[in-house]
């Protein structure tokens, strides 16, 4: 919101000495936000001039242009004499005429600096203006002429100030519960409220006329959440306008710094009153108009050309204005195109309405069509400004563009149009809430000074919010506009004492062990979007999810899936690094993943309205919202270790994603297992599972080369991915148990077992472990061999085994019968057999 100060002023006190600054500083210390602030383009020596004669001359290049004498003052000083010769090429001003003459030294918008200069022949010692390059419109077509304004000020009058050319804006950003600020009325109340100047309110100054007769119907078949969707619906009529009336300076100068551009005389008045009061107006050609006005949804085929000429297919849920032709606008958006006001209109109906704000915000996004008006509707506009807003704008057609007021109108108003709710306000709610010490007087004061209706009571006040506070619903809202009048900086900065015993929580602190980890092993963690496609869903999903949840108004429909695995994220990270040179990549990313539940209960039951949902209803919810673990996955190409003197690259490949998923174990305080698996999205035979205990906790492999091409990286591609709420659920949060290190030697051997190609290595591990018992503290896999020597469907597997006691050294002959003991478990089970 754009706030011109000279217009604040009229509403407001000022100081003399105001300056923008100081109304930033104001406005910031209720709880708005500083944006920016506005000047005029125009500075120096702007005045008003007259045209004493002129000689048209016809130049070479077939234009015509006029050397001008022109008064600029009444009497001669230094270096600067009172008759100016001036180059114009204009053609729409004779002898006599007032027009606005840009001096040497002035600065026009542009920025286009005026001099003195040769041109035509001539030196022309200045510039006549037009009003476009003044900044009051886009008319070019000729000079301004200041008695087409109504101006007949002396000459030498500085035109500056008097087209209202220097004034200056403050821009403030408004947030969406406080759809009032984004007036001039609101802003002048915000500014009474952070600095106590008097305040004189806009709309009580006006009396609202009357008129009837026009037939105006409220027809809403489909409210939305039952909220009918208009609820006031005011018209006015004026007869006898000019359309092509120029709008006055003041006015063009205010809607620019305010930020709206002039369009014609009604728009801009239209546009004026809404900056001015907050009620967004529209203006109808009533000679174009077909019977009443029916406020209805849109009904199955209907279109509708806006005013911007587009056609646009309407929705059931749109509300529009109609009248016996159809579709005429889209209320609370745009107008329609067949009543717009033009050149040739002299009869205009005023339209002041309000409109239930969440219509208005879905049909503007659905139609993808942001206007003022609708910004102001979705936030919520004073249900009782609409009938002073459309009086002053009959007031004001009737003074610049010559109209005539009519009897014809109408008055729309339901009985629930700007009735708030009662709100109880304890007394020590302020204290309680927001940790200030303000006595029930000034609260009380307070809220009447915001404008609602306070009662008090035994146990402290009855509160009626004002009209245009649609925000204030419940008591800690009008504890926040006490505390924000008050000031949030005399809140008391206090930092609560931490309870002893107290810190992360076991889970915290092993999801924070496997970040550093893998950040101090070396990988760079990155953060990506949890919405991803349904394919990518279904290509790295473990189990059917259909693509997945779906996300209600994603802002891609491409990605409107909640991801099932971190792995898409990690592909799309790789594939825009890989894009930008960095073709060695080792990534890693923690995070939730998201597991459809199963139900798909959606919000239809959700009681509208400040009703509390059943505990049975919330029980539904939570149980349909489904498994959302907290999971780390890691992805890797290129070269692991890059080239350098004496030593020679090494490619990533699978061992890489293998090495984390023991460093993730390790940061867990588990051991974890692989299981040879398959996945489509795998290469065949580089995936296993990772098993902790019976259950899956996890994948690691190598993509199939395909589909790493597909993303646009290199063939190899490795990942791996852990769910570690689902370790830590297991380990039931069992304290790491630290063995002692024995003093003794160790005994180590070899073993090489042929199996078939069914049995994977990890079963046969683990009975080698088993049958072994204690003394075994270690082995691992250091070769499959399956070749010459060995039957088809067959393997040999051998193992490095290390043995060791806590009570002495072990002889060779103790730790062969612990490895035999472990070799016979493992051919009873699994039919393993001693290689020879």
């Known amino acids: 919101m754009r706030i011109p100060l000279r217009w604040l002023g009229e509403f407001v006190e000022l100081p003399d000495s105001i300056t923008p600054e100081d109304v930033h500083h104001s406005l910031v210390s209720i709880g708005l936000e500083e944006e920016a602030i506005h000047r005029s383009e125009i500075s120096g020596p702007v005045?008003?001039?007259?045209?004493?004669?002129?000689?048209?001359?016809?130049?070479?290049?077939?234009?015509?242009?006029?050397?001008?004498?022109?008064?600029?003052?009444?009497?001669?000083?230094?270096?600067?004499?009172?008759?100016?010769?001036?180059?114009?090429?204009?053609?729409?001003?004779?002898?006599?005429?007032?027009?606005?003459?840009?001096?040497?030294?002035?600065?026009?918008?542009?920025?286009?600096?005026?001099?003195?200069?040769?041109?035509?022949?001539?030196?022309s010692d200045g510039m006549i203006a037009s009003a476009r390059e003044l900044g009051l419109g886009d008319e070019h077509d000729g000079i301004l002429l200041l008695e087409s304004l109504g101006i007949d000020e002396p000459v030498g009058t500085d035109a500056i100030s008097l087209l209202g050319l220097g004034d200056v804006a403050c821009e403030v950003n408004v947030t969406p519960d406080r759809g009032y600020a984004l007036s001039m009325r609101g802003i002048a109340r915000e500014y009474h409220h952070a600095t106590g100047a008097a305040f004189r309110d806009p709309a009580l100054a006006i009396t609202p006329g009357e008129g009837s007769g026009f037939p105006v119907v409220i027809n809403d078949e489909s409210p939305v959440r039952g909220v009918v969707g208009c609820e006031v619906f005011i018209t006015r009529a004026v007869r006898g306008i000019d359309p092509t009336k120029p709008t006055p300076a003041w006015m063009v100068s205010r809607l620019s710094l305010a930020g709206m551009r002039s369009i014609s005389l009604p728009v801009d008045i239209t546009n004026y009153v809404m900056l001015e009061l907050g009620q967004p107006l529209h203006a109808y050609d009533l000679d174009r108009l077909s019977g009443g006005i029916t406020v209805r949804r849109a009904r199955s085929g209907e279109k509708l050309t806006t005013l911007d000429g587009v056609e646009r297919e309407l929705f059931a849920e749109d509300l529009l204005i109609t009248d016996d032709s159809g579709p005429i606008g889209m209320a609370g958006v745009m107008g329609g195109l067949s009543t717009e006001i033009t050149d040739a209109s002299t009869t205009v109906l005023i339209e002041a309405a309000g409109f239930e704000p969440v219509t208005i915000q879905r049909t503007q996004r659905r139609h993808k069509l942001p206007s003022e008006a609708s910004k102001r509707f979705s936030r919520g506009v004073d249900p009782l400004v609409a009938e002073a807003a459309a009086e002053r704008a009959v007031e004001l057609l009737e003074k610049y563009a010559g109209g005539t007021r009519d009897s014809l109108g109408s008055r729309v108003i339901s009985e629930t149009a700007g009735v708030m709710p009662e709100l109880a306000l304890a007394k020590n709610a302020v204290a309680d809430l927001a940790g200030m010490d303000v006595s029930g007087d000034d609260t009380r004061t307070i809220l009447l000074d915001i404008g609602a209706t306070v009662v008090p009571t035994e146990n402290g006040f009855l509160v009626t919010p004002p009209s245009w506070r649609p925000d204030l619903v419940d008591a800690p809202g009008l504890v926040e506009e006490v505390a924000r009048i008050v000031g949030y900086d005399t809140i008391a900065s206090v930092l609560p004492t931490a309870p002893p015993g107290r810190g992360l929580s076991a889970e915290q602190k092993a999801r924070r062990r496997v970040s550093h980890s893998l950040a101090a092993w070396g990988a760079t963690e990155v953060l990506s979007y949890p919405f991803v496609s349904a394919q990518a869903n279904d290509t790295f999903s473990l189990e059917d999810v259909a693509g997945g949840i779906t996300v209600a108004n994603a802002l891609d429909l491409a990605t409107n899936r909640m991801r099932v695995s971190l792995i898409p994220g990690l592909l799309a990270t790789a594939h825009r690094n890989y894009s930008r040179g960095f073709t060695s990549q080792a990534l890693y990313e923690t995070g939730l993943v998201f597991v459809p539940g199963s139900t798909d209960l959606g919000t239809s039951t959700i009681p509208v309205g400040n009703e509390r949902p059943s505990e049975k209803i919330l029980e539904e919810l939570s149980a349909s919202i489904g498994h959302q673990p907290w999971s780390v996955g890691a992805l890797f190409l290129g070269d692991s270790t890059s080239r350098s003197p004496g030593l020679e690259a090494r490619s990533s490949d699978v061992g890489d994603a293998l090495d984390v998923v023991n460093l993730i174990g390790t940061a867990l305080g588990v051991t974890f297992e692989l299981a040879s698996a398959t996945h489509p999205a795998f290469h065949p035979g580089r995936y296993a599972q990772v098993l902790w205990g019976s259950s899956v906790v996890g994948r690691v492999g190598e993509l199939l080369p395909s589909l790493a091409r597909a993303h646009d990286l290199p063939e190899r591609v490795s990942v791996c991915e852990i769910d570690v709420d689902a370790v830590l659920v297991q380990s039931d949060g069992a304290p790491h148990i630290a063995h002692p290190i024995s003093v003794f030697p160790a005994a180590t051997q070899d073993v090489s077992l042929v199996v078939s190609d069914s049995v994977s290595a990890a079963e046969l591990a683990a009975a080698l472990r088993e049958g072994a018992g204690e003394l075994m503290e270690s082995?691992?896999?250091?070769?499959?061999?399956?070749?010459?020597?060995i039957d088809e469907g067959f393997k040999s597997l051998t193992f490095a085994l290390r043995f060791r006691s806590s009570e002495g050294t072990l002889t060779q002959a103790e730790a062969t019968e612990a490895k035999e003991a472990g070799v016979a478990l493992a051919a009873s089970r699994h039919g393993a057999t001693l290689r020879a």
Do not use: M
């Open 779 to 789: 082995l691992h896999l250091v070769d499959d061999y399956r070749g010459a020597g």
């Open 47 to 123: 005045v008003v001039g007259e045209v004493l004669e002129f000689v048209a001359e016809e130049q070479s290049n077939g234009k015509t242009i006029r050397w001008c004498q022109v008064r600029v003052s009444n009497e001669d000083a230094p270096d600067a004499p009172a008759i100016r010769g001036i180059v114009c090429g204009a053609g729409n001003f004779e002898q006599g005429d007032r027009v606005v003459v840009a001096l040497p030294g002035s600065v026009l918008p542009g920025p286009f600096p005026i001099t003195s200069r040769k041109t035509y022949g001539h030196i």
